[in-house]
């Protein structure tokens, strides 16, 4: 099995600017993408009306909020919120070095979906950078528990992710996603899955300050009835699961290297993502870094990578 794109860490070819809505500010809001240097990895910077700006590396002890979406930072009036739609995209296309400049605190959230970012970094192309990726290869189990959700990483020759969720909802129920993870799959299996929530939560989440931009063109919204409200319907019969799939992906993509294992859930949601990779991030026995075994690397199996020496400055560290 292949994992990611490359032996070596990527960047894009140029920049690429999107604009958008915040879901929960519902204030205009622009991103660029900007290349970076190979061991920069992915960098947050949020610019203010005064000319100053705030950085966050994209990486697990950076995380603030969890509760309704992936925060960096922990100030309410410096973060930046909303990243996992951002997080998925990137690590779906194996991106280790990359500038995402933002004018506002949370990122557009388009369409509900990873799609428009996917569809913006294959419009200006990916480079090699000719540098060696290295990956976090699972080689235990970690698991942690919150009453009847759970969340775990196991070993695995690859990148798999089993997602399952259960909802009391009759239109939702109980479903699942199971795969390996590639960009292919990735864009053609969950990148188009959209955001969704209930009509009898909006009313609560305006008066709280949340979902102030959020709408039909950006959400799956369900009725008080259990009907779909959007008049286009479901892009997928389980475009639920797909999508608590897809945060799972860029949730995971804190770890500041993409893994080599499997990551399963029931349950789940961004707080436990969270907590399930700082689970597995805390445990050194957990896991190990690797590179693939020769500079002519491109396309390598899973099996193939070789461990690194630990003591050097890990992917995730500030």
């Known amino acids: 099995m292949t994992v990611g794109l490359l032996g070596f860490q990527t960047t ?20 660029t993408f900007q290349p970076a240097e190979a061991g920069t990895g992915i960098v947050f910077t949020r610019s203010f009306a005064d000319g100053s700006s705030v950085e966050y590396k994209a990486i697990s002890s950076q ?3 969890t509760d ?11 973060s930046i919120a909303t990243i996992e739609h951002v997080m998925a995209a990137l690590y779906a296309l194996g991106i280790d070095n990359i500038m995402v400049e933002v004018d506002g605190g949370e990122m557009p959230i388009m369409d509900g979906s990873s799609y428009p970012f996917i569809e913006a970094i294959e419009q200006v192309g990916i480079v090699n950078l000719g540098i060696k990726r290295r990956y976090i290869r699972v080689i235990k189990p970690v698991r942690i528990d919150n009453g009847a959700s759970w969340s775990e990483f196991r070993p695995y020759d690859g990148t798999r992710f089993e997602v399952e969720i259960d909802f009391s909802s009759p ?17 053609s299996e969950l990148s188009r899955a959209r955001t969704f929530g209930f009509m009898r939560d909006v009313e609560r989440l305006w008066a709280a300050g ?5 709408s039909l063109e950006n959400s799956v919204v369900i009725s008080d009835d259990d009907a779909v409200v959007n008049v286009e319907g479901l892009r997928f019969t389980d475009e639920f699961v797909r999508h608590k799939t897809l945060d799972a992906v860029g949730d995971l993509a804190l770890a500041g290297a993409q893994f080599i294992g499997c990551y399963r859930s029931y349950r789940g949601g961004h707080k436990m993502n969270a907590n399930a990779l700082k689970a597995l991030l805390n445990d050194p026995t957990a896991y190990e870094l690797v590179e693939a075994p020769s500079s002519r690397a491109s396309r390598v199996r899973a099996g193939e990578f070789v461990p690194v020496s630990m003591t050097e400055r890990a992917p995730w560290s500030a």
């Open 12 to 31: 894009i070819a140029a920049p690429v600017t999107l604009r958008g809505i915040g879901v929960h500010s519902g204030a205009p809001v622009g991103i």
């Open 63 to 65: 995380v603030g909020n």
């Open 68 to 78: 309704l979406c992936t925060v960096l930072g922990t100030s309410a009036t410096r």
């Open 171 to 187: 239109l939702i129920g109980r479903q699942s996603w199971k795969g390996d993870l590639t960009a292919e799959t990735f864009k």
């Open 210 to 214: 949340y979902a102030l931009g959020s």
